[in-house]
């Protein structure tokens, strides 16, 4: 499972994980670089969903019988392999949702609406997915609290030197881990050390940090932290939110229905001392409906392979392709690397993503060129039009690489991006 391959393009050993991931078995020519859109699936991930449907197809924390024994305990064994990969205290605090999308609307609806009022603060940065700005912005609307912005510098840097999301006011922090951009790694750690002298809690959006560089939400010491099992290896549908208990303990259900209530009374049997239905305690109360078994499975599954890979391993292999690509492409005299500045590229960390564009060629004419010759990039404003405004760019095109990834795939890429400027340019 953990093989090495040389290339001509490097003298360095790098991962070879392509035989892992069926999909490069179907399709032997594709060169993938748009993993931060969503990740491919290893065998492995695959073949627990199959067998969750063949052998524990039963649901789960509601039958008494043999299989739904097993079910309910495969379920809960799953969060506990999330709880274990992320570092959370206990598995209870670990909540199982359809996406990190839902995740964060839990927050919002669940857990802010109530804590915010007309003088008070949410911050985000300009670098965030739209799925940790909008809630933000419509939760501010409907209270009267005033949502603000942390700026991005020219580098990809979070500019913090303007401390304003520190004052009283402040109720939330809701920042991405990684940017799904820039590839920018936020020092998450040290903003919210800084936040908790204030009192403030931190949510964080780690979508596209989870099981691609080390978690660990003790050491962060944030509040909140939210992921997606497609962008980790897992399957779709399936989701986390991890909080610390108070703040879990806090938050309303945002859907109600079965699984999640522990007594419903009718109106007639209301009193003074009792008048709505009791939920029942963490994580039901936030798990409405029918738990979705195979991704829990799948999403264990995943980051089992990525604790055999060694997630720390798998960082480097991708930072280093990106660095490979970014230096490539900078070298092509028409081609901006978005946030990337030579001077600059050793002060700010940057994971396995890196966006580019082409003077006087539209990004999504250099993904169809790509496209025609088997390079999958991702065009567009990447759900992050706040950072493209920041920018000054209307869209980028992107590529993000993955433990599939290898330098073939950047010798692609630069090919595809010669070919466009020959293409477009006369």
Known sequence: MLNSARTDSSKERVLSLQSDFPVFQHHPHLHYLDSAATAHKPQCVIDAITASYEKQCAPVNRGLYEMAADASVAYENARCTVAKFINANAPRDCIFTRSATESINLVAYGWAKDKLGPKDEVWVSEMEHHANYLPWQRICGETGA?????????????????TAYLN????????THVSNVLGTINPIKAIAAKARQQGIPVLVDASQSVGHIAVDVQA???????FSGHKCYGPEGIGVLYGKPHYLNECQPM???????????????????????????????????????????GLAAALHYLQQIGVERLHAHTMRLAQIARERLQNIEQVSVIGYQRAQSLQVEKAGIVSFSIQGIHPHDIAQVAADENVAVRAGHHCAQPLMHALGVDSTVRASFAAYNTVED????VAAVHNAIALYQY
């Open 146 to 162: 005033t949502l603000r912005v942390i700026k991005v510098a020219s580098d990809g840097e979070l500019q913090l030197d303007d």
């Open 168 to 175: 009283h006011k402040v109720k939330l922090i809701a920042l």
């Open 220 to 226: 962060l010491d944030c509040d909140f932290l939210v």
């Open 255 to 297: 859907l109600l229905g079965g699984g999640m209530v522990d007594r419903v009374l009718l109106p007639e049997h209301s009193n003074s001392e009792n008048k709505q239905s009791v939920w029942q305690s963490l994580p039901a109360k936030l798990e409405a409906g029918s738990p979705n078994l195979s991704g829990a499975l």
């Open 410 to 413: 950047i010798d692609a890429l």
